[in-house]
């Protein structure tokens, strides 16, 4: 009688209740972020995500290759509107269009080329920010929308600052514009700059502002990236000693702490924000005897760490968002 009165008393609440109880497993397990750009086997290929509910598993939603073009990594513009690759030749930018319609386009090269592969759109995706390193240092070069679309609208504006004495990677721009982050080469540490120098490009090497000093963090920064709202950078740091172990960190500039962000057995490298900051997408190896590195994604809010890709005999690298 007992069981019998608890399975009607059951019943009962899900014929009243579904419509509630699907809700709040909905908010639970609300949608994944869309769509994640990597490079396999020097092939792009996007991906998306989902899961809206309990019933509905977290799972991709299949992979795609994009072009046939070889490249190691891909950069949407926040627009949408363009894709910057990295491959052979450099960086190229190409309209969306020339990816999802497969029509014959020129791309426009970088000149003069970028060193490295970390570039960086401005907020609204009409000016773009790279470094070209020489013998007497870096020079961060910014260009506008009709440097590399010759249908769009006003003139080509290229911007030079020169930041002797530096060997710098581009680390990010920040959603509203007002910074940009660096991190040096040479002696390991981190960079702010108020983008306003821009406006007097000789102003910008006297207003670089040195965040992380070498020694703070466990090794040198490596593939550090500027949180989007500006206040935060994700970088990777070996815990080993050894150049075996690399982990993920998080460096908040305004309280001035270092926080290790991942403990996984394996490695973690190559961060990546998302255009609204919640989620954290990375490379790592799934254990220490992994050979593959695989595709995974953290959720900030929820402190959930999901591997979602990897393809055997394939690392995947080169991983950037599409915007929101």
Known sequence: ???LFFSLTWAL???LFPASLLAVLSRIWETWPPQLLYSADIQLY???L???SLLHHCVLNGSARLSGMGAVAGLPSPGGDYVAIYGLDGWLILPVDCFYERKACSPAALNPPANGVLIAWGPDGTTLAYIEVTTAGSVM???TRRCWDDSAPGRCLRQEARLSGYAL???GWSADGERLAFSNIQTRDLLLLDSACLAQPDTCE???EVLLPAGRA???PQWAHLAPDGTRIVFSADVSGRGIAEQLFLFDLNAQTIERFTFRQGQSTQPQWSPEGRYLAYSGFSTRASSDLSLFVADMQRGLHVRLITRRGQDITGIRWWPS
Request: with cysteine.
């Open 141 to 143: 070069h910014v260009l």
């Open 218 to 220: 466990p090794s040198p």
């Open 169 to 171: 990677n581009l680390a």
């Open 46 to 48: 996007e991906t998306r």
């Open 1 to 3: 009688m007992t069981r």
């Open 206 to 208: 006297s207003m670089l």
């Open 50 to 52: 989902g899961c809206s």
């Open 13 to 15: 609440v899900l014929l």
